[in-house]
């Protein structure tokens, strides 16, 4: 079976602060695990994928197999990424890959 | 290019009664998804299918819910009779394939509420 626990419902910091929103992730597998992100009155969309090892507007987020975690982190959070973020994981379900999702972390920065 | 549509956008029912929810995916995306994610809760994928086949129903209440894409493009999600406890967001996506590699998009959501 295949989990994601993100820890926190709610995370506030200042603008200009650092951000790091948690993910562990629980699979037997070799995973591949993503962000996505929902803006307010927007849909649920990409953020990141661990394969492409890129940035996106300034989030990184990297695999720590060791410890089961795919943290997401901002050296300097803007107004602008308030919104919803979810970890996701892709792994083999009932025979084709699934995306499970965590509950998801409200990320609120304040002016 | 066109995003994935969903309607109805919000829909109220009482217990019992039967609804259903149209998904129209991205033109050309073979994949198409049916999540449900209830309030304070992440998606769950209900039902996946590659073209005009099931790939995984796994997680498909199937004794009250029905999905079809008979033609493979657009898709509809039945639930016959609805309980208090199906109220929540219902997510269509689609994408290009089904590998993890694919990016899968994310339609509007049908908001129900079940009274």
């Known amino acids: 079976a295949q989990r994601v626990t993100q820890p926190e419902k709610l995370l506030s910091v200042f603008k200009g602060a650092p951000v790091e929103l948690k993910c562990n992730y629980s699979y037997s597998g070799s995973p591949e695990l993503f962000w996505y992100v929902q803006y307010s009155r927007q849909r649920l969309q990409l953020l990141l994928r661990?394969?492409s090892r890129e940035s996106i507007k300034g989030f990184t987020a990297d695999l720590n197999k060791g410890e089961t975690s795919f943290h997401l982190k901002k050296p300097f959070a803007q107004e602008e990424d308030s919104a919803m973020y979810y970890c996701a994981l892709s792994g083999i379900g009932a025979g084709s890959y699934q995306l499970t999702f965590g509950k998801g972390t409200k990320l609120s920065v304040i002016p | 290019e066109a995003g994935v549509a969903q309607s109805p956008r919000y829909k109220i029912i009482e217990k019992r009664q039967s609804v259903a929810f149209w998904c129209n995916p991205i033109?050309?995306?073979?994949?198409l998804y049916w999540y449900q994610q209830i309030l304070g809760q992440g998606p769950k994928l209900l039902i996946q299918f590659q073209n005009n086949g099931v790939v995984d129903d796994s997680q498909l209440p199937k004794d009250r819910f029905s999905a079809e894409r008979l033609k493979g493009v657009d898709s509809t999600l039945k639930i016959q009779p609805a309980k208090l406890e199906d109220s929540a967001v219902y997510l269509c996506?689609?994408?290009?394939?089904?590998?993890?590699?694919?990016?899968?998009?994310f339609g509007p959501g049908t908001r129900l509420t079940v009274l």
């Open positions: 996506a689609s994408s290009f394939g089904g590998s993890s590699y694919n990016e899968q998009f």
């Open positions: 661990h394969i």
């Open positions: 033109s050309g995306h073979a994949t």
